[in-house]
């Protein structure tokens, strides 16, 4: 058939269609290290769409900071600061209408700035200790969820069930109807979400079966175009998992010593990620940034001193900065959200409450509405839930 | 690897077991719209439990979650709730490798 416009026509319209959605990863010859005060992180994927709505924002801010973010895989956000490896080949950055574009680092490489895990770092294969120097902070919570694609009549799985698919293998582990090693996807010991799964079901993150995608975006394109999706089965972030809720789904997760299987959410359907926060789905973490600090624990870099402490509440926040809903919108979890805490990564829950709860605050904003009663000040608050926080009354 | 060690406390396993059988067993709660089950795992539930108990074997509702204050790490698991969740039947039905105990054979 032949094209009414000619080649060179439809490559110019190509060109500004490309140029004009903001969507579009733009392939740019940028060196990253020029961009305006750039800010370089390195980690896994699962951070990333996080990132990718803070990062708008940043270049708006009244000290601009140009975020730039390699996801190579999780634990490459730990060992650039054990062996100094440093970044090399291409990285992502976001224009202030929230275009994300695509840079290149020096030739000789670029230290990161800080690493982002979605685990502790010392998870991660080589890295016995935190290393003298690298600070450690907390950021929000993530989930990871085991996945299927749509077209599976799948629903739920168990820790012992994994233990036989991603420890045996599909075809070996027998279960029913996850038996083709072929439909059968995974990460490599890298992955945060790896890690977080591998001990969650007592299998060790270097024997896990599968084949590795690379990435948690790689693992939904893998699920979705899937040609026996009944076999298939993957895990990813769960903000990953709902970003693709029209391609994938979350299965419910039983926990060993746990007599039914709970989805992330208190419904399949639904955002709320309670279950998440009251400890009924166990598969959750920290984020967790690295990054060098002085004698006294502070991070050298004022950049990332920045960024970070927007995260931990440690700087304040530039009025263009709304974090605490980015991160609810993002279906990540604030920590004043969880009823639940853990002192190692996976580890046996505990009741936990917040110094300043903002679990009323996340439903209503994740879920649409709380059962929590709205406020204006403390003196609308009734004696159980006394407090009035970000205008709901919580207990404290 | 302490978490490996752990995973193969199978001493709780069968009790885990017998809380799983419990709540296949129960019928009550609402239903979450789930695509069709074929793997026979049964259909999505509440453990919105209702009992009011004090020891702590007493504290078992009748859905098999745990109705009192949780306060250990398997009670926060297996609290009552009114989310719906969906009972994985981890017998040798479904899990054909598991030994005879019901316990994990170590990984090949």
């Known amino acids: 058939m032949t094209s009414p416009l000619p080649r060179w026509a439809l490559a110019g319209i190509c060109a ?148 036989f698919i991603y420890g045996f293998g599909a075809a070996l582990g027998q279960v029913s109807p996850w038996i083709v090693d072929a439909e059968l996807y995974s990460r490599n010991a890298t992955s945060a979400a790896l890690i977080a799964i591998a001990l969650a079901i007592g299998v060790p993150p270097t024997k896990f079966k599968g084949t590795d995608v690379g990435s948690n975006q790689a693992m939904i394109s893998s699920l979705s175009m899937s040609v026996n999706p009944e076999a298939a089965l993957g895990f990813t972030s769960t903000e990953v998992a709902d970003l693709n809720r029209g391609s994938v789904r979350t299965l419910a997760f039983q926990a060993q010593d746990q007599s039914c299987a709970y989805w992330p959410d208190s419904t399949s359907t639904a955002f709320d990620k309670r279950n998440v926060r009251d400890g009924h789905y166990f598969l959750w973490s920290a984020y967790r940034f690295y990054a060098p600090v002085d004698e006294g624990g502070e991070f050298v870099d004022p950049e990332t001193r920045r960024f970070i402490g927007y995260f931990t509440g440690d700087e304040p926040l530039p009025p263009e900065l709304p974090l605490l809903d980015i991160v609810i919108d993002n279906g990540t979890i604030p920590a004043c959200a969880m009823t639940v805490g853990r002192d190692e990564e996976i580890g046996p829950l505990y009741s936990l409450q917040p110094e300043e709860p903002c679990g009323c605050y996340y439903e209503a904003r994740a879920a649409g509405s709380t059962t929590c009663q709205a406020c204006a000040g403390d003196g609308e608050c009734p004696a159980e839930a006394s407090t009035c926080r970000l205008g709901y009354c919580e207990s404290t | 690897m302490m978490h490996y060690t752990l995973f193969l406390r199978i001493g709780r396993f069968p009790r885990a077991l017998a809380l799983t059988a419990a709540l296949s067993a129960c019928s009550g709660g609402q239903v979450e719209p789930t695509a069709s089950d074929t793997a026979g795992s049964g259909s999505a539930t509440t453990t919105d439990g209702d009992t009011e108990t004090t020891g702590d074997d007493a504290c078992l509702a009748p859905e098999g979650c745990f109705a009192c204050p949780p306060e250990t790490p398997e009670q926060l698991l297996n609290a009552c709730s009114d989310a719906s969740c969906e009972p994985f039947v981890n017998d040798r039905t479904r899990l054909p490798l598991l030994n005879e105990d019901g316990s994990l054979p170590p990984l090949p």
Do not use: H
Request: charged share 10%; net charge negative.
């Open chain 1, 16 to 163: 500004i269609v490309v140029a004009l959605s903001p969507t579009a990863v733009l392939a740019a010859d940028v060196e990253c290290t020029s961009l305006p005060n750039p800010l370089i992180g390195v980690g896994g994927s699962a951070s990333k769409p996080l990132l990718a709505k803070i990062a708008p924002t940043l270049r708006t801010i009244a000290e601009p900071i140009t975020l730039i973010y390699q996801a190579p895989g999780a634990c490459f956000g730990i060992t650039t600061f054990v062996d100094g490896t440093l970044a090399t080949g291409t990285a992502s950055y976001w224009e202030a209408d929230g275009t994300e574009a695509t840079c290149t680092f020096p030739v000789i490489g670029a230290q990161p700035d800080f690493g982002m895990l979605g685990v502790q770092a010392t998870l991660c294969a080589g890295v016995d200790a935190i290393p003298p120097g690298i600070g450690e902070r907390l950021g929000p919570i993530t989930s990871w969820s085991l996945i299927v694609a749509n077209a599976s009549s799948q629903t739920s799985i168990s820790a012992e069930a994994l233990y």
